[in-house]
Nanobody, 116 residues
Framework: QVQLVESGGGLVQPGGSLSVSCTAS????????MSWHRQVPGKKREFVAL????????NYADSVKGRFTISRDDAKNTMTLQMNSLKLEDTAVYYC?????????WGKGTLVTVSS
């Protein structure tokens, strides 16, 4: 059973930058395709970014393309989302997800608030 723990959320001003991380335990991160999702209260959880095993390829939601960068360090069992040029509408709880075949795990999320 893989446990995922997100960290690094917080308060940032519009136009600022923030990095959130996801650390895995109980399993080997390199076995999984990893992704970030976000959710605003009252709305559906939405896809943000994905990175395949060994970082072979990445994919981003149109709303974050060019501003966010997803990366992974399998040696440290960690995945990171670097967020630049943050906007008010990026405010959400950010969740990481690990998928390998039928196995799927979610973290509990970290809150990112973009506000002046």
């Amino acid at each position: 059973q893989v446990q995922l723990v997100e960290s690094g959320g917080g308060l940032v001003q519009p136009g600022g930058s923030l990095s959130v991380s996801c650390t895995a335990s109980g399993g080997t991160l390199s076995d999984y395709t990893m992704s970030w999702h976000r959710q605003v209260p009252g709305k559906k959880r939405e896809f943000v970014a994905l990175i395949t095993r060994v970082g072979a390829s990445t994919n981003y939601a149109d709303s974050v393309k060019g501003r966010f960068t997803i990366s992974r360090d399998d040696a440290k069992n960690t995945m990171t989302l670097q967020m630049n040029s943050l906007k008010l509408e990026d405010t959400a709880v950010y969740y990481c997800k690990a998928v390998a075949g039928w196995r799927s795990y979610w973290g509990k999320g970290t809150l990112v608030t973009v506000s002046s």
